[in-house]
């Protein structure tokens, strides 16, 4: 029994639901969503499902001046059976803690953190689409509300989680992506705020997306802050090499990457299956050696949104890169393949991944 349990007020105006043939990402709002409000010397408080709508904030507010804010991304998947399934939200829970913590936004214990997400998804179970591929992609979202113009931690805030029922991020579903490796602007720098979940780290990157999207790619490969040599993670997921009978990603010890559940668990069966997975640190440079020397078998990326994502090739500099032939590679359809079905409950959950939504 949890010791959460928060006030529900339904819409009176329910909305159609989309086609689940046609969702795309992000499109579309449920009717409901969670809040809950921070006041110093009071604490979170008044934790409330309420109908999804535009909210007040003052112009004055912290976020919109200062960018306190962080936020996450998960999902709840319909079963064959009915039931709602999250992935690993305790996983979303702990990295906020991490989060709010470098943007000086107080703590939320990780209980009531899974408490909200699980009323918000009880509030609009109808809403999980059952349908392949798709699934209710659940944004909570923390952000400063005082009103104060001088520069420190305000002093309230509010805490949301919308929900999105969401098919395949990218259009055209599970395909070879064309990646663009950025040598110019730099997404995070040791000591900066690459491993948080913040608002802040997207908006410096988009300059770096019309770029990639100008040459015909999809999404942008970053590289390190310092020198642009190191790679770090593409856009909105980790990135994974295979290399003869290795598969490589980025390391976390750093600071500069963000701690993908999706990555931890890719990581995870890979392990299990007997690969031999290499977190460290290494050069765009040796990627482009080892593709050269035919030793470059498949890469992928990694995320809540993008869940396993083909990388089929790579503009880097003047070289252009086809990576297997440009076609789906093995390991990362094996690895689509297994994730849903486990997020799903369509395969065992050895892992204990999925918890369970009780309506
Ligand atoms: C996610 O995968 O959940 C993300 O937050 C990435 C992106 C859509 C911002």
């Known amino acids: 029994m949890s010791k959460y349990e928060f006030p529900v007020t339904r819409t009176a105006t329910p909305a ?3 086609d689940p043939d046609n969702l795309g990402f992000g499109n579309y709002f449920t009717d409901h969503m969670f809040r809950i409000d921070y006041t110093e010397g009071k604490g979170w408080h008044d934790g409330r499902i309420i109908p999804y709508a535009p909210i007040e904030m003052d112009p004055a507010a912290a976020v919109l001046h200062y960018g306190q804010s962080v936020f996450e991304g998960l999902k709840a998947y319909r079963a064959k059976d009915g039931r709602i399934l999250l992935f690993r939200p305790d996983m979303n829970a702990k990295r906020t803690r991490n989060s709010n913590k470098r943007m000086s936004i107080p703590d939320i214990p990780e209980e009531l953190f899974v408490e ?5 998804v009880r509030a609009d179970a109808d809403w999980v689409p059952a349908k392949e591929g798709t699934s209710l992609y659940l944004r909570p979202v923390i ?8 520069v420190r931690p305000a002093k309230q805030y509010t805490f949301l989680v919308i929900m999105s029922p969401s098919g395949s991020y990218y259009k055209g579903g599970m395909k070879p992506t064309k990646i ?12 900066g705020t690459g491993f948080a979940k913040i608002s802040g780290n997207y908006a410096p990157g988009l300059v770096s997306q019309e770029k ?3 040459l015909g790619c999809d999404q942008v490969l970053w590289l390190d802050g310092a020198e642009r040599k190191y790679v770090e993670e593409i856009g909105t997921s980790n990135a994974f090499f295979v290399i003869d009978n290795e598969v490589w990603t980025a390391s976390l010890e750093l600071g500069t990457i963000l701690p993908g559940i999706t990555r931890d668990s890719a990581i995870t069966l890979l392990k299990d299956w007997g690969y031999d997975v290499k977190e460290k640190r290494f050069t765009f440079q040796e990627i482009y050696d080892a593709w050269e020397a035919g030793r470059l078998k498949e890469v992928f990326a990694t995320g809540t949104a993008a869940v396993i994502s083909p990388v089929g090739e790579f503009f880097w500099e003047d070289k252009h890169m086809v990576i297997h032939d440009g076609v ?4 990362s ?9 486990i997020q799903r409950g369509d395969a065992e959950d050895k892992f204990g ?7």
């Open 353 to 359: 991944w999925t918890v369970e939504v009780e309506l």
């Open 333 to 341: 359809q094996k690895l689509f393949n297994t994730m849903s079905a």
């Open 116 to 120: 909200a997400v699980k009323a918000a």
């Open 16 to 18: 159609a639901k989309p």
């Open 143 to 150: 952000f400063g509300t005082e009103a104060f113009l001088g």
């Open 180 to 191: 663009f490796v950025e040598n110019e602007y730099a997404r995070s720098v040791q000591g």
């Open 328 to 331: 789906i590679g093995e390991i």
């Open 212 to 214: 990639a999207h100008a």
